[in-house]
Every structure is written in structure tokens, then in C-alpha cells.
């Protein structure tokens, strides 16, 4: 048995475009009080607790109709859903570029609530 918790997937969706500007030369984000200089082109994953996958789907296919090109793929760690992420077993993240050499930032945007079971 699922349960889908609802949220404002437009106000997720304009979040992320507000924070993470597609195509942005220079970024800064802060974080617990510190300004962090985000590298052009970093990319981002999405992904979250079982409750919210449906949200995360749904904020991923605005952000692509929007033209928006800062995503990668949804990682999925199988029998769990595209995105769905557990304590004890979660995706393994893949760097695109890694192979080449390059260092690319990759960011992960993780919806929860905090209640797991």
C-alpha cells in the first residue's frame, strides 16, 4: 500500500528554476547560512521518499516542458519506483562526464517529510 502525500508541484517546480537557473554562468545558493558557489552546467537529480514520487514526476515533466535542461535522469534502485529512495537501499547516482575525466557538479534535490513507516 502507497500513500501519496500532495504538494504544490508548481511551487517545486518554480523553486527549483528560481534557485537553479537553467544555463546560469554563476550560482549561489545558500545553505544553513553559507553562500555556495554552484559551477555552470551542474545538473540535477530529483528524487525523494515513496510518498512523493507521484509529485516528483509530475515536477519533472513541467521542469522538461519548460525547456528546462538541467536534469538527469530519474535513478532508480530496483523493486523501488523511479526516484523512490529507502534508508536501506537507494539508486546509485551516475556522474555524466566522470569517464571523461571531467568533474561535473551534480546536485540532488531530495523531497521527505520525514515520516518514513
Given at each position: ?7 504544490d ?28 558557489v ?12 515513496i ?33 523512490e529512495?529507502?534508508g ?12 571523461k ?7 540532488v ?9
Amino acid at each position: 500500500v502507497f500513500v501519496e502525500i500532495g504538494i504544490d508541484e508548481k511551487h517545486l517546480v518554480a523553486t527549483i528554476q528560481t534557485n537553479f537557473k537553467d544555463n546560469a554562468e554563476k550560482e549561489t545558493v545558500d545553505i544553513e547560512s553559507e553562500t555556495k558557489v554552484i559551477k555552470p552546467g551542474a545538473k540535477i537529480y530529483l528524487a525523494g521518499t515513496i510518498q512523493f514520487t507521484g509529485a516528483l514526476r509530475k515536477a519533472r515533466k513541467r521542469l522538461l516542458e519548460s525547456g528546462y535542461s538541467r536534469l538527469l535522469p530519474v535513478p532508480q534502485a530496483k523493486p523501488l519506483s523511479p526516484g523512490e529512495t529507502l534508508g536501506c537501499t537507494a539508486p546509485i547516482l551516475s556522474i555524466p562526464g566522470e569517464e571523461k575525466g571531467e568533474n561535473p557538479e551534480i546536485i540532488v534535490i531530495f523531497v521527505a517529510d520525514g515520516r518514513f513507516h
